[in-house]
C-alpha cells in the first residue's frame, strides 16, 4: 500500500500564494509520475500539473507561469508551489502518484485532497 500525505493547504488573498507538498511513503520501488489535480464544487476534476518520470512537465493552462511544480526523488514528494493566486484557483487539491511497488504491483495513489481558498 502506498499512502499520500499532502500538507500546504488554506486560505489566501488573491495575488497571495501557497506551497503545497505530499509526501509518499511505502514501499515504493520506482514511479512514473507524481502531480496534482484540483475539483471545485460542482465541477469535474482536472489536471493542474504532472511531472512524470522522464517527459516533460505538464501543466493546466490556466496555472502556466504562476504553479511550479517539483519534486525530491529522495523523498518520494512532490510539491506545488502557487503564485499569483486568483480566486478560480479555489478547489480541492488531491496528490496523485503512478508508482511501482517493491511487490510488483502498478498503480495510481490518491491523497485525500487539501482544501485552497482564494478569497478577499
Known amino acids: 500500500q502506498v499512502q499520500l500525505v499532502e500538507s500546504g493547504g488554506g486560505l489566501v488573498q488573491p495575488g497571495g500564494s501557497l506551497r503545497l507538498s505530499c509526501a509518499a511513503s511505502?514501499?515504493?520501488?520506482?514511479?512514473?509520475?507524481m502531480g496534482w489535480y484540483r475539483q471545485a464544487p460542482g465541477k469535474e476534476r482536472e489536471l493542474v500539473a504532472r511531472?512524470?518520470?522522464?517527459?516533460?512537465?505538464n501543466y493546466a493552462d490556466s496555472v502556466k507561469g504562476r504553479f511550479t511544480i517539483s519534486r525530491d526523488n529522495a523523498k518520494n514528494t512532490v510539491f506545488l508551489q502557487m503564485n499569483s493566486l486568483k480566486p478560480e484557483d479555489t478547489a480541492v487539491y488531491y496528490c496523485y502518484a503512478d508508482v511501482r511497488t517493491i511487490d510488483g504491483v502498478l498503480g495510481s495513489n490518491w491523497g485525500q485532497g487539501t482544501q485552497v481558498s482564494v478569497s478577499s
Open positions: 511531472i512524470p518520470g522522464g517527459g516533460r512537465i
Open positions: 511505502g514501499r515504493i520501488f520506482s514511479w512514473n509520475a
